[in-house]
């Protein structure tokens, strides 16, 4: 098989080659794999029209392979975006299945708390809605630091147990 102009071109720029496909695409591995596939292309074609610089002429092939490869790879960048978006918008959607199932969590939450001892309840409501500190909250209600500490430990181990055991039951059982 005789080798066509444009292949002896090739193998006689194939490192300025490399090095600029390098340059142009930001990755040495990427600009072997433009250079080999502008080898197939060269090798696949039959016959070229005559080609007065052939070094500018494979250089130009180069470019538009490196280029195309670019946009390609931009395309496919913004398809995965776009479909990845749609994936997240789906689960963070507010349903009226899942807004019915958040407000059934809450009024078993509720219950839950209710259930716990009025002091309790307090402490309970004055940190986590009202935002006072374990120590403002001792403060106002003229009880000690660790008793507000063990209805505090206490409250938000049953929100926690309440909470895996909803999560966990047959969502119709409970109301």
């Not at 007065?52 to 790879?73: C, I, P, Q």
């Not at 003229?142 to 938000?156: E, M, P």
């Amino acid at each position: 098989m005789r080798e066509t102009v444009l292949i002896e071109a090739y193998r006689e720029h194939e490192w300025e080659l490399l090095r600029f496909l390098a340059k142009r695409l930001g990755s040495p591995t990427l600009a072997s794999d433009i250079a080999q596939d502008l080898y197939v292309k060269l090798l696949a074609a039959q016959e070229y029209p005559p080609i007065r610089e052939r070094r500018a002429y494979l250089f130009s092939m180069a470019a538009n392979l490196a280029t195309d490869h670019l946009r390609v790879e931009k395309r496919r960048r913004e398809i995965l975006a776009e479909a990845d978006g749609l994936v997240w918008r789906q689960t963070d959607e507010l349903t009226p299945e899942r807004h019915a199932l958040a407000r059934a969590e809450f009024l078993y939450l509720q219950a839950e708390i209710a259930k716990l001892p009025p002091r309790c309840r307090q402490v309970f409501f004055l940190n986590r809605f009202q935002g006072q500190t374990q120590a403002q909250i001792s403060e106002s209600l003229q009880i000690g630091l660790t008793t507000v500490y063990k209805d505090l430990k206490r409250a938000i181990a049953v929100m926690i147990e309440a909470r895996r055991e909803f999560r966990g039951s047959d969502f119709g059982d409970k109301e």
